[in-house]
Antibody
Framework: EVQLVDSGGGLVQPGGSLRLSCAPS????????MSWVRQAPGRGLEWVAC????????FYMDSMEGRFTISRDNAKNSLYLQMNSLRAEDTAVYYC????????????WGQGTMVTVSS | DIQMTQSPSSLSASVGDRVTITCRAS??????LFWYQKKPGRAPKLLLY???TLQSGVPSRFSGSGSGTDFTLTISSLQPEDFATYYC?????????FGQGTKVEIK
């Protein structure tokens, strides 16, 4: 069974940093593109960033480029999102999501991890 | 960035009703259009990809249509478990963008 377990969320002050992790299981992690998607309280879904199978290609939502870094370690079966210079508007539930093979849609999602940016 | 606009933003319907949600892209996105279902406290669920292909395990009462800039999600006979928020998403070009969501509520 495909499973994605998100972790690393918490309360952080504005300007602070946080590193989210995603632990996949039940599939060959190194064969899939992966993304992070977030949902702020009372708001809709927002794609954050994606990474290709071997980590050589990454893409970001404009407002996060330069502050957020997506990465993966296929040897450790892990996906990461390093978030720096956090702002109140980054407060959201963050989900890791697997891309369907050959299709740029998200076919499996983690349970989400809450990030709260507040003083 | 490509803007995705859904309508309506919310709707009330009864079990058994036929429900249609539309999604319009600010420019042509070919067939790179996907639909998700989101319930509070739960992860989103992929319903359809490439406009009209059902994700494995999704009931056939869900269907999709459209091309270019205008797309539709139809639920042929609304079931109790279908009350949720629905999102369209394009991946024609980054940044990949979602519609604002359509909340389907019980009438």
């Amino acid at each position: 069974e495909v499973q994605l377990v998100d972790s690393g969320g918490g309360l952080v002050q504005p300007g602070g940093s946080l590193r989210l992790s995603c632990a996949p299981s039940g599939f060959t992690f190194s064969s899939y593109w992966m993304s992070w998607v977030r949902q702020a309280p009372g708001r809709g879904l927002e794609w954050v960033a994606c990474v290709n199978e071997d980590g050589s290609r990454v893409f970001y939502m404009d407002s996060m480029e330069g502050r957020f870094t997506i990465s993966r370690d296929n040897a450790k079966n892990s996906l990461y999102l390093q978030m720096n210079s956090l702002r109140a508007e980054d407060t959201a539930v963050y989900y890791c999501a697997r891309h369907r093979v050959g299709v740029r849609a998200f076919d499996n999602w983690g349970q989400g991890t809450m990030v709260t940016v507040s003083s | 960035d490509i803007q995705m606009t859904q309508s309506p933003s919310s709707l009330s319907a009864s079990v058994g009703d036929r429900v249609t949600i539309t999604c319009r892209a600010s420019q042509s996105i070919s067939s790179f259009l996907f639909w998700y279902q989101k319930k509070p406290g739960r992860a989103p669920k992929l319903l359809l990809y490439n406009v009209f292909t059902l994700q494995s395990g999704v009931p056939s009462r869900f269907s999709g249509s459209g091309s270019g800039t205008d797309f539709t999600l139809t639920i042929s006979s609304l079931q109790p478990e279908d009350f949720a928020t629905y999102y369209c998403q394009q991946s024609y070009t980054t940044p990949w963008t979602f519609g604002q969501g359509t909340k389907v509520e019980i009438k």
